[in-house]
């Protein structure tokens, strides 16, 4: 069923997420060969959940360590490493990174408890990870997604759950101005009972940028910044937006998934091209039960999307799909088959995280591969996309 076009108050222009590009088995120019990549070492049961490089030799990946701490690799030619970060007293983990040059990144998380609880954001500055004050210490927030416009013009977006005097219960957005990190006025849904969380950002220019995430009663989430403030969100029943990219501010598209967390869900694709209102857009062709969790787009023909199955359809099999005007899936992990043995059961699985592309017909997907055992175990995942024969 065809479900309606998606309208937007006073939406006039539109932001963008980190880049990728080239072409898809589809597409008649070129196919990608998809290759695991060594994980570092002394990453055991770590999570990496995304990715941004400034170069295919220049990749930072953020995650969870397997002691419960933030996790940061860097990639250079000479391969993949663990830097040194910043760590909790009570534990945490980063859930989002972007790199504005190969001097400046940021880096944004969230601790568990102690006096540091409360959202976490990580500077890439003067060769160094470092923990940058932020405005913000409400213990059970977090941020989820950041993008940056100019050096001095970033903008990460999360979620307040706790509710006080100073944080009322709503979207967290935060802005980087330079020299400072401070929470600004984010729009109220309707209904502010629903733990509105935004999980990713995109921004094209200082004048603009898109946030896009949902409520815990299973609404999506859409809100603009543009003339200075953000706007009031729109909110869409049973859909919950998890990424978004734009390559200009006449075109942007969001993904998602319809009736998430069940084995039913189906993926969702919006796609702006200026005016009033979000398109419907049909989208790649997945198996019920697939989430559209994450999206880089580098023209408005030239996207990466990653579906992940939905909590209740295991069987559903992570995959990347690449769009060029039509859907291609281009790699998609084999259901996992359990080895059962006298001694245990063992399934491989993998869970995609952040999709990142530093140039055309170069891409690179990070996650976390699941070993099931008696006591699972985890590990990072790191994949290499790049043309066949180039």
Known sequence: MQRPRMAVIGLAS???????????????????????????????????????????????????????????????????????????SGGGGLNAVTCWSVTECWAVGDANSGSQSGPQIFGYVSGSWQAIPSDVQTAATSLYGIACAAADDCWAVGEVATPSASTPESPLIEHW??????????????????????????????????????LA????????????AWSTPEQYPDVQWNGVSCTSPVDCWAVGVVGGGTAIAEPIVGHYTGGDIWDEEAGPSLPKGSELTSIACVTATDC??????????????????????????????????????AASTKVVNERLGGITCPSAGDCWVVGTRDLYTKTPPLAPLIIHGTMAGG
């Open 14 to 88: 539109l932001g963008v997420l980190a880049g990728c590009g080239s072409a898809s088995g589809g597409s008649g120019v070129g196919v990608f060969a998809w290759t695991s990549v060594p994980a570092p070492a002394n990453t055991k049961e770590a999570q990496l959940a995304a990715i941004s490089c400034v170069s295919t030799t220049d990749c930072w990946a953020v995650g969870t360590s397997g002691k419960g701490q933030p996790l940061v690799v860097h990639a250079t030619a000479s391969g993949w490493a663990v830097a040194s970060a910043p760590t909790f």
């Open 177 to 214: 101005d330079g020299s400072e990190w401070t929470m600004v006025s984010a729009p109220v849904p309707y209904d502010t009972s629903a733990a509105p969380i935004l999980g990713s950002v995109s921004c094209p220019s200082v004048a603009v940028c898109w946030a896009v995430g949902g």
């Open 304 to 341: 990466w999307v990653v579906s992940n199955p939905s909590p209740d359809s295991a069987a559903t099999p992570p995959t990347i799909v690449h769009y060029d005007g039509k859907w291609t899936v281009v790699r998609t992990q084999a259901v996992p088959t359990a080895l059962i043995t």
């Open 217 to 228: 009663d299973g609404s999506g989430l859409i809100e603009r910044y543009t003339d200075g």
